[in-house]
């Protein structure tokens, strides 16, 4: 009788405890906008966090909420922006879509060494002991921290130690140019092919002496260029993008090749590497 009393009380409680959960599920249920999974649905689903928001759940429930644009999602681009103001039923203004370059060429053939770097397989690493290992203060060191960093696979390091952008993966989430301790790298607009390849803001002989192939701020480049877009303001070559007709005369004229023109391959846009080098 006992062991009776026994199973039916505890079978008395389970369903007891089952109607007060049941209870405490609809009464403390926490009502969710439909809009947000549908937002999160057409979201890249990467969580790379370039939107400021914990994940694309995150920036799902700020969109909703009226806290964030339609086209907050920097890795999905325009086509994701589309997408989500059609959700929300509002009005999207496409914008520039951009695309991570690094203003650096010189891989082990062409920038000279300082010391032999045997240290963390790490950039940032690196440039704590003496600045890295190239007699360059300003370029890439290779050890691919960048290429770590990006949750897209867009950036490998060559055989020459260079970081080279596949621009075709790039989603913009600017994780790599966080990464870079030499702030090497930088968002351009996927249509400028006409870039300055070099970040080194030394003048002459020194930048000749560090790297064969970086700027020596002849300012041949701001002499011949027909839309004077160009400028020489600090020991390096600028090109003022808003003016630039990418003519290619400054790639022509410049005796370093620090200013390149990005090659259009296979309908996509990819930096081309030549002689080790990234173009």
Not at 143 to 171: H, M, Q, T, Y
Not at 218 to 226: A, D, G, L, V, Y
Not at 250 to 260: F, G
Request: net charge positive.
């Amino acid at each position: 009788m006992s062991i009776l009393v026994a199973v039916l009380t505890l079978g008395l409680l389970g369903v007891a405890f089952s109607i007060l959960l049941a209870y405490s599920f609809k009464r403390f249920a926490v009502k969710v906008d439909p809009r947000v999974e549908q937002v999160q649905a057409v979201l890249p689903g990467a969580n790379c966090g370039a939107c400021g928001y914990a994940g694309c759940i995150g920036l799902a429930e700020a969109i909703v909420a009226g806290k964030a644009e339609a086209g907050g999602c920097v890795a999905g681009g325009n086509a994701v922006a589309a997408k989500v103001a059609e959700l929300m039923g509002v009005s999207l203004n496409p914008t520039s879509e951009t695309v991570a370059f690094v203003a650096c060429r010189a891989g082990r053939g062409q920038a000279r060494k300082l010391y032999s770097y045997e240290g963390v397989d790490n950039c940032q690493a690196a440039n704590l002991l003496f600045g890295g290992d190239k007699l360059c203060s300003y370029g890439c060191l290779g050890l691919g921290s960048c290429a770590r960093a990006c949750p897209f696979g867009a950036i490998r390091v060559n055989a020459e130690g260079l970081a080279v952008v596949d621009r075709a993966k790039c989603r913009s989430c600017r994780k790599c140019v966080a990464a870079c301790p030499r702030k090497l790298i930088a968002m351009v607009a996927k249509t400028q092919e006409v870039l300055v390849a070099c970040a080194n803001h030394d003048k002459g002989r020194r930048a000749k002496e560090v790297c064969e192939i970086a700027c020596t701020a002849c300012r041949i480049c701001e002499k011949n260029c027909p839309a004077k877009c160009i400028v020489v303001p600090d020991g390096l070559s600028v090109i003022d993008y808003a003016k630039c007709t990418q003519c290619g005369t400054c790639v022509e004229k410049c005796p370093q090749k620090s200013i390149r023109r990005i090659a259009k391959t296979n309908g996509g846009v990819a930096a081309k590497e030549k002689a080790g080098a990234a173009v």
